[in-house]
């Protein structure tokens, strides 16, 4: 049920980021580096909400309700988009949605752990993931059929973003039941300090983490390259449903590859693939490399996050690995937000290809980076 919830979530959510960057900037008029700040302070204050919301559902007798509470912030948030009339409303309906995301994902991947015998979490926590993305892939195809059913008209397809949101809430309310639990003490009792504990190596990965997050800059310029080559309006969501299915595809396998064989030679390969999709997106003017740039994309995606979490657990303290997560999301939403702000300007400036060499750019440094850990290993 916890599967399901994620799946109308995601399919509510990508149905309407599909659409948003053209709605800000077709239907509102706004400039792309406007589009980048809005997506990038978005990201970013949703990996805020994910320093507290973790051990606050430690601390609470209820992991449900507090991820009921961001369920419901996002579902309430969806009707915010197509009523907006300015940038300030759309800015002010990302920034619920995305304070909705950062509250509700720690207690539901600790309430996963609740309801599972420590022998099948691999598979429940694998089931959960698989149905967050069908939702990641549904919601954009939804766009493209909506779009072309009622003639561009992204406003419609934005109202229609709103309806799986509240099934997500409802499935959760009614269809899920938590396990009791004891609550071992309040929330100040829990590690004030141990700073000090945080070896060089998590610091390492933090900085690497960081790098990457702003090397990959924001998916919204997937769809406003898109648009750049005169794709057809109603097939611009397509390349979010390659860049999902792709990641979707590679995820698994790249976890099972990286317990056999290691993670540095596979995250290496990660950075070759956006690299490589910077290039076809910097450099392509048609259909084609924009949609071999989104598969190159999904699959550095597919190769790196689950890697990335690996590298944060293996270098936290035991004791401290939930202040080490709430440092990586703050690391990576910030860097998300300034150079999707630099990207954003230099293609209203110079165009899209100055915009994606500038990820290009990230991307060798961050490579650079990791064959710096890997010779000081």
Not at 131 to 160: E, F, N, Y
Not at 200 to 229: D, I, P, T, Y
Request: aromatic share 8%.
């Amino acid at each position: 049920m916890l599967g399901f919830v994620s799946l109308f979530m995601d399919m509510s959510s990508e149905m309407a980021h599909a659409v948003l960057p053209i709605f800000l900037t077709v239907t509102l008029g706004t400039s792309v580096a406007t589009v980048g700040f809005i997506d990038g302070i978005a990201e970013a204050v949703a990996q805020v909400m994910k320093l507290a919301s973790g051990s606050l559902s430690d601390a609470l007798r209820s992991r449900k309700w507090l991820a009921v509470l961001g369920y419901g912030l996002s579902a309430l948030a969806k009707p915010l988009f197509p009523i907006a009339a300015s940038v300030d409303g759309v800015l002010a309906a990302r920034i619920v949605d995305r304070v909705g995301k950062g509250i509700r994902g720690s207690p539901r991947d600790a309430m996963v752990a609740d309801m599972t015998p420590p022998e099948q979490r691999g598979a429940a926590y694998g089931l959960r993931q698989a149905l967050d993305t069908v939702g990641a892939v549904v919601g954009p195809l939804l766009a493209i059929l909506a779009l072309g059913l009622w003639q561009w008209d992204v406003r419609s397809v934005l109202w229609l973003a709103c309806l799986p949101s509240v099934v997500a809430v409802l499935v959760l309310v009614f269809a899920v039941a938590e396990p009791e639990r004891r609550v071992s003490g309040p929330a100040r009792d829990m590690v004030r300090t141990g700073w000090t504990q945080l070896g060089k190596g998590f610091w390492l990965v933090l900085a690497l983490a960081a790098l990457v997050a702003a090397a990959r800059l924001s998916e919204a310029f997937l769809v406003l390259k898109a648009q750049a080559v005169a794709m057809p309006l109603a097939l611009v969501p397509a390349v979010m449903i390659v860049m999902s299915a792709v990641y979707a595809a590679s995820s698994y396998p790249a976890g099972v590859i990286a317990d056999a064989t290691g993670q540095r030679g596979l995250f290496g390969g990660a950075l070759a693939a956006l690299f490589a999709a910077h290039g076809l997106l910097a450099l392509g003017n048609g259909v084609a490399a924009v949609i071999a740039g989104s598969a190159l994309w999904g699959l550095h995606m597919g190769l790196s996050q689950g890697l990335l979490s690996k590298m944060v657990a293996d270098t936290a303290p035991v004791a401290l690995r939930g202040r080490c997560f709430g440092l990586y999301y703050f690391a990576s939403g910030a860097a998300t937000l300034a150079a999707a702000t630099v990207a954003g300007v230099l293609w209203d400036r110079s165009g899209p290809a100055l915009a994606f060499g500038f990820g290009a750019v990230l991307t060798t440094g961050a490579l650079a980076l990791l064959l710096s850990q890997r010779r000081a290993a």
